[in-house]
């Protein structure tokens, strides 16, 4: 049976050049107010290539607000790793909905928490970040955003 995804969280340096170059043109037109040819020439590609896929790259933070966040990290099995993970959250007023944590094997662990960004959230592109940064956390996946 075919995926029927229609949208993907894909970090930026997977994305090819140009649709990172589009997400650039949106922001100079939004937060500069240049014209759309003004905007693709600073950045440096076509307006065919911007008309193509403006519609279909944004970045991760600026529809999430009033979401909810699902990820899975590999963390190593270190005290106080977890409560860091917490705080994070905390520190970005983000709400923790749900959270479990397998029992470590091997000295990791996979936890899975659901979060839920509220309008006074802080950047949550950023929170995640910051937790991929822990020292201790082996990756993180986002699993969906609804």
């Known amino acids: 049976m075919p995926d029927e995804s229609k949208y993907f969280v894909v970090k ?7 649709l990172i170059k ?3 043109v949106n922001k100079l037109i939004e937060t500069q107010e240049l014209s759309i040819a003004e905007a693709t020439e600073k950045i440096g590609i076509s307006r065919s ?17 009033g979401k909810t966040i699902t990820f899975v990290l590999s963390m190593e ?12 959250i ?8 749900t959270i479990h944590q397998t029992i470590p094997v091997n000295g990791v ?9 509220l ?3 802080g950047d949550s592109a950023r929170m995640i970040e910051d937790i ?7 990756y993180l996946k986002i699993l969906s955003r609804e």
């Open 12 to 18: 930026q340096k997977a994305l090819p050049e140009v």
């Open 22 to 24: 589009v997400a650039q």
């Open 132 to 138: 991929e940064q822990l020292h201790g956390v082996r």
């Open 77 to 88: 099995d270190e005290t106080g790793l977890l409560s860091a993970v917490l705080k994070i």
């Open 109 to 117: 662990a996979s936890l899975t928490l659901s979060v839920d960004i």
């Open 90 to 97: 905390a520190d970005y007023s983000a709400n923790l909905l």
């Open 49 to 65: 290539s911007y008309y193509k896929y403006k519609d279909d790259i944004f970045p991760f933070r600026d529809n999430v607000k």
């Open 119 to 121: 309008p006074t959230t």
